[in-house]
């Protein structure tokens, strides 16, 4: 089973980062995830316009840049 990491906004860089234990790798328009919401995981797509966000089946949501979110990539 795939490890839950954590994904942060790095402000220097402008783009969502994924923390993976002391290393963090930089995200980009197009990158797949589950998105955990509470206890349940979402597939998603990371995108960007004037503000990233993230494209679900039914919906899509911008991402608050101070929220440090949970996923599985």
């Known amino acids: 089973?795939?490890?839950l990491?954590?994904?942060?906004?790095?402000?220097?860089?402008e783009k969502w980062c994924m923390r993976q234990g002391v290393r963090s790798y930089g995200l980009h328009c197009g990158e797949c995830f589950d998105l955990y919401i509470g206890k349940t995981a979402y597939p998603c797509r990371l995108e960007l316009d004037t503000d990233w966000y993230v494209i679900l089946p039914e919906t899509k949501f911008?991402?608050?840049?101070?929220?440090v979110y949970q996923v599985r990539m």
């Not at 911008?62 to 929220?67: C, G, K, P, Q």
């Open 62 to 67: 911008t991402l608050h840049l101070r929220t």
């Open 1 to 3: 089973m795939r490890k």
């Open 5 to 13: 990491e954590s994904i942060y906004y790095d402000i220097e860089q």
